[in-house]
């Protein structure tokens, strides 16, 4: 009895032993335990947004252009031309002396070597000239919205001026105030007239603005002749009625040059 005790208790001990020595069964995963990840995968950055490209701007042509003002008190319209006399830009239209920058060398202005419709313009030389508006005087018609400022208006009336077309020239020939600055004869400047959706006004022959006529809106035709040495007549027809005005003391103008320089 006591041999089969001892048996039994050394099984037991066996049995325990054995028991610790056998590792822990691990369950079986289930079918979406083993379809999905044991790690989950970091979300990968989100890239920085590409700035979209932008066509390079061209390099800043900035070309600093002097004068010193012609001895005539006035209004003053200033041009840049190509060296065929092209006008490329017009850089000041009936503009006061304040509108310029004061420097050691006279007027001071800027231009951006772009033309009209602000294209950079071709390399090449170019010129800036202008002229000098004195008191010019302006009797018309009072059409509607004329612009009267300090020039003189007077009722001239409305003209039979289709009878006058036919007789009318695209531009008239005028003599100027000799610049003493300048080592010239007394200079002739040829003028025409010019029209757009604000009005018409007086123009050089290459298209210079110097003198605003009227702002009589929707003009359909504007036409000049020459009155005597000094005065022209224009006329404008905004399609109901036309009217004439009269430019006097076209003799108090001046022409200046800024001279020529080379836009790379």
């Known amino acids: 009895m006591f041999k089969l005790q001892i048996v039994t208790f050394v099984a037991l001990v066996v049995q325990i032993a054995f ?54 008190e ?29 420097g050691a060398d006279g007027l001071v202005t800027q231009w951006n070597g772009r033309n009209g419709e ?6 090449g030389r170019y010129q800036a000239r202008g002229y000098v508006m004195g008191p010019l005087k302006v009797e018309g018609y009072h059409a509607r919205g004329y612009v009267m400022g300090s020039l003189k ?28 600055l300048r080592k010239e004869k007394r200079p002739f400047v040829e003028l025409g007239i010019g029209f757009d959706s604000d009005g018409s006004y007086l123009k050089t022959s290459d298209d210079l603005p110097l003198l605003t006529i009227s702002e009589t809106p929707n003009l359909s035709r504007v036409w000049i ?10 006329w ?3 399609g109901n009625k036309v009217y004439q005005f009269r430019i006097s003391n076209l003799d108090q103008m001046m022409a200046f040059d800024c001279g020529e320089f080379e836009l790379k």
Do not use: C, W
């Open 19 to 72: 028991a610790q020595e056998s590792p822990t069964p691990i369950p079986s995963p289930t079918v979406e335990e083993s379809l999905s990840p044991s790690i989950s995968p970091e979300e990968p950055p989100t890239p920085a947004p590409v700035p979209a490209q932008t066509p390079s701007a061209s390099p800043a042509r900035s070309f600093r252009i002097s004068f010193v003002p012609p001895p005539l």
């Open 74 to 102: 006035g209004t003053i319209s200033l041009g840049i031309y190509d060296k065929s006399g092209k006008l490329v830009r017009v850089l000041h239209q009936e503009a006061q002396l304040n509108e310029f920058a004061i």
């Open 118 to 123: 602000e294209q950079d313009s071709p390399a």
């Open 153 to 180: 208006v007077e009722d001239l009336g409305e003209s039979s001026a289709p009878s006058m077309e036919s007789k009318a020239n695209a531009k008239v020939k005028v003599k100027l105030v000799r610049n003493p």
């Open 225 to 234: 002749t020459k009155k005597n040495e000094d005065a022209v007549d224009v």
């Open 236 to 238: 404008q027809d905004d």
